[in-house]
């Protein structure tokens, strides 16, 4: 996900726009094509991005690929 991500703020804009895409993130239920295997139990790929961007960035996903937020800490001590 981390590649994706790091793609797409490079300047990928069809991949930033598959990310971010609002319909994707919260699909209809009528909509169950958008989610693997048809089920609603998993998750669409703009949804597994949003999730990585709230555990990791603290911010949505359009945040992240559209650099509108800073790079989150890597933890290292300096």
């Given at each position: 996900m981390k590649e994706l991500i790091?793609?797409?703020r490079?300047?990928?804009?069809?991949?930033r726009n598959l990310l971010s895409?609002?319909?994707?993130?919260?699909p209809n239920k009528v909509d169950e094509w958008?989610?693997?295997r048809?089920?609603?139990?998993?998750?669409t790929i703009a949804q597994a991005a949003n999730a990585y961007c709230w555990r990791?960035?603290?911010t949505?996903?359009?945040?992240?690929?559209y650099n509108r937020c800073?790079?989150?800490?890597?933890?290292e001590v300096t």
């Open positions: 790091d793609e797409a490079g300047g990928n804009s069809k991949l895409n609002y319909y994707i993130r919260h958008l989610h693997a048809g089920n609603r139990q998993y998750c990791f960035w603290g949505h996903v359009t945040d992240v690929v800073d790079e989150p800490e890597t933890g």
